[in-house]
């Protein structure tokens, strides 16, 4: 798996070395904040020969440094900080643009699997706060101020996040008083961008098989259908009790009625105060026809799907109990693959983390702009840094998680880390870690750098997660800076 580049001033020659599972690389001609927004395969395009797409490079440089800086502490001085200004206003300038490149990659890295999960979502963008800020819309109960983002992420089986393939910025339109049904169905709703964002997106390829993940904002029958039209899946946890069979059942109840086919242990992270856990569930499994909206012209065949049900039967005291009803088109006739689809919708999550990551670790909502649509472009960035810092975090998993008996591990040879690691970056690391450079390992290396960000690594502390991976991955970023001002340049004495 191909994931970001993740160090600063590699060799143009370090790219073309092959890591353990992954590479460290940073062509500092090219881009140096992401690959994904300009790489080497992407030469042919011509925005990126353009001089826009040099400031996209060197504003996402700025924004990857520092992400939970504002603008004008990423930028080194003022012509920086006024050009991106003059970027993010540009009539010209979207978000499509600006990520244009960063979504062929993506697209490119799904290719080489055989199965990629689109994780969709909506979340709001609240900038209340910034009365200011023009072109916003209602959010929350109507009272709030800002936008809606829904977002498609591509996402392997295990979890791993490869990129953005698609995101939408809109304001909400509220219903008016007395609308009818056809003036709800024709007014633009949260509801549409499940089918617009499969539309987008399309399919990947022969050789790949995409399959859209959706919370219950996406049990959309519209949504079902475009995957059918474009001939990918989807597996979508269900909002309403449909009708099923020619109106002869309804879901739920006719799912209660199924057999249990078997458990699954599912991992929960921790969220709203509850800490993480692992969740037993139980699992059904059935095939139903879903009968079409009534009322809804657009649909007349009911639409054949696989239903599983599971539920958590004795969850821990005073913590809500896992219950999902999930609709999908992937077949299936057995535990093992309703088991396999139930571990589909536990990656969901990521997009939780990635939200997290824009609001918290790149601080999207504190941006001081004062146009909507720059807004969306300070957003389109930040998108791709998000991506950035969670596949930091899977590097650093992977390479941290306890070597298993007996098996050689490319995380426990130093000569892997030497191999794709600037020597000032084993310096520093070695020293934090009281070793020698040519002793340290991919595994000492990422575990000096999560302790450098707060992490413990008691027995029950599980994995470091991405702030803390970020954390300390900047600590130590700034002190290899400080090693490389200090070393001498090569031509030094040519200038006495």
């Not at 030469?43 to 504002?70: E, L, T, Y």
């Not at 993940?213 to 079902?224: P, Q, Y």
């Not at 070695?430 to 040519?438: F, G, K, N, S, V």
Request: with cysteine; aromatic share 8%.
């Amino acid at each position: 798996m191909a994931f970001a580049d993740v160090f600063y001033h590699c060799s143009r020659e370090q790219r073309h070395q092959v890591s353990w599972y992954w590479r460290f690389t940073h062509d500092t001609d090219s881009v140096r904040a992401d690959p994904t927004l300009g790489g080497p395969e992407l030469r042919g395009n011509r925005f990126r020969r353009s001089p826009s797409f040099k400031r996209v490079v060197s504003i996402a440089a700025d924004m990857a440094a520092a992400p939970n800086q504002s603008l004008p502490t990423q930028c080194a001085d003022w012509p920086d900080l006024k050009a991106a200004y003059r970027f993010l206003n540009h009539p010209d300038v979207t978000p499509e643009r600006i990520q244009g490149t960063h979504r062929q990659q993506t697209r490119q890295l799904c290719q080489k699997h055989k199965l990629i999960l689109a994780i969709e979502d909506c979340t709001e963008l609240d900038f209340t706060s910034h009365p200011a800020t023009e072109g916003l819309g209602p959010i929350g109960d109507g009272h709030g101020r800002g936008m809606l983002q829904h977002s498609t992420l591509a996402a392997t089986p295990d979890g791993h996040v490869l990129g953005v393939l698609h995101q939408i910025f809109r304001n909400r339109v509220p219903a008016k008083e007395g609308e009818t049904r056809r003036e709800r169905r024709e007014r633009p709703k949260e509801s549409d961008f499940w089918h617009e964002s499969v539309e987008a997106v399309g399919a990947l390829g022969p050789e790949t098989r995409l399959v859209h993940v959706a919370d219950r904002g996406g049990d959309d029958f519209s949504m079902m259908v475009a995957c059918g039209h474009h001939e990918v899946g989807f597996l979508v946890r269900a909002q309403h009790d449909r009708c099923i069979n020619d109106g002869t059942n309804k879901l739920w109840s006719y799912m209660e009625a199924q057999a249990i086919a078997g458990d699954r242990d599912v991992p929960v992270p921790a969220r709203d105060g509850q800490p993480a856990r692992v969740a037993r569930l139980a699992v059904r499994f059935s095939r139903v026809r879903l009968d079409p909206p009534k009322g809804d012209p657009r649909f007349q065949e009911p639409l054949e799907v696989w239903v599983v049900s599971v539920i958590e039967e004795n969850p821990p005291k005073n913590i809500e109990a896992i219950e999902w009803m999930l609709l999908t088109s992937e077949a299936i006739s057995s535990r093992e693959q309703a088991c396999e689809r139930v571990d589909w919708y536990a990656c969901r999550w990521v997009i939780e983390e990635w939200h997290k990551a824009e609001k918290t670790g790149c601080r999207l909502e504190a941006s001081q702009l004062k146009d909507a649509e720059a807004i969306r472009c300070l957003a389109s960035f930040i998108a791709v840094i998000a991506v950035r810092m969670l596949q930091l975090r899977d590097l650093a998993q992977m390479a941290t998680v306890s070597p298993v008996k007996g098996r050689n591990s490319s995380a426990d040879r130093p000569e892997a880390l030497r191999a794709v690691v600037p020597y000032s970056w084993l310096i520093v690391v070695a020293h934090l870690a009281t070793c020698r450079p040519e002793k340290l390992t991919p595994r000492q290396f990422w575990l000096t750098i999560a302790k450098r960000g707060g992490f413990i690594g008691r027995k029950g502390d599980g994995l470091p997660g991405w702030q803390t991976i970020w954390r300390g991955w900047y600590d130590v970023m700034m002190m290899v800076r400080g090693v490389e001002m200090c070393t001498p340049h090569p031509d030094a004495e040519t200038y006495g």
